[in-house]
């Protein structure tokens, strides 16, 4: 166990509201992750984190914001959305070296 | 350029036999080459990892071989168990690139008892 909890792990929304994942570590690592994975396309980056406030857009990153005010904290927000977003988001962290580990993940439907 | 392509997309194998599983990439700024392990419902666990200055890496029964000329790096899973039968990653990155790894569209293995 890696130290990572993402809430909520489960989700059902509907198209156009805003949604909030929560990632939170309890290892005080500098990096912090999201990804998406969907079939036949891997883990794909959103967004990621190398320091408090200090973030940048990863390939997927159109439609989602991110802010981490604490080191233990990084929020992925969907602010309309939308049903390409459907998906499983997984949060992962990382020191500065290249050992990266994942949370549990958190399953969101966009009806 | 930053695209890790991993072949086969399923694989099934009988028990006690080689799983093996293939990438390339393109990018030879790549420097870490880790493999993920992701049963159905979990997060990817890191299974094992290389770096380019090495041809090899073993870690019980499974192996990482890379080619570096080649660009080309490979899992094999020796004696392969029913227990194994989980959806594998390869994955790459550098430091350069903040560590953020990109992940090759996975291979689903069943390894039929």
């Known amino acids: 166990d890696a130290g990572i909890t993402q809430s909520p792990r489960h989700k059902v929304t509907e198209t156009g509201t805003p949604v909030t994942l929560r990632c939170h570590q309890t290892e005080n690592h500098r990096y912090m992750y999201w990804y998406r994975q969907d079939p036949g396309h891997g883990l794909r980056l959103i967004h990621y984190?190398?320091?408090?406030?200090?973030?940048d857009k990863g390939e997927v990153s159109d439609g989602y914001s991110v802010s981490r005010s604490k080191t233990e904290d990084f929020l992925l927000t969907l602010e309309s959305a939308t049903s390409s977003q459907t998906s499983v988001y997984f949060c992962?962290?990382?020191?500065?070296?290249?050992?990266?580990?994942f949370g549990e993940g958190s399953w969101l439907t966009v009806v | 350029q930053q695209q890790v392509k991993q072949s086969p997309q399923s694989l099934i194998v009988q028990k006690g036999g080689i799983s093996i599983i293939n990438c390339a990439y393109e990018n030879t700024a790549f420097d870490y080459f880790p493999w993920y392990q992701q049963f159905p419902g979990k997060g990817p666990a890191l299974l094992i990892a290389i770096r380019p200055d090495v041809s090899e890496k073993k870690e019980g029964r499974f192996t990482i071989s890379f080619n570096k000329s080649a660009k080309q790096f490979s899992l094999h899973i020796m004696d392969s168990q029913p227990g194994d039968s989980a959806t594998y990653f390869c994955?790459?990155?550098?430091?350069?690139?903040?560590?953020?790894?990109?992940f090759g569209a996975g291979t689903i293995l069943r390894v039929k008892s």
């Open positions: 994955a790459a990155t550098y430091r350069e690139y903040g560590n953020k790894l990109v």
């Open positions: 984190s190398y320091g408090v406030k200090d973030t």
């Open positions: 992962a962290i990382g020191r500065n070296g290249n050992t990266i580990y």
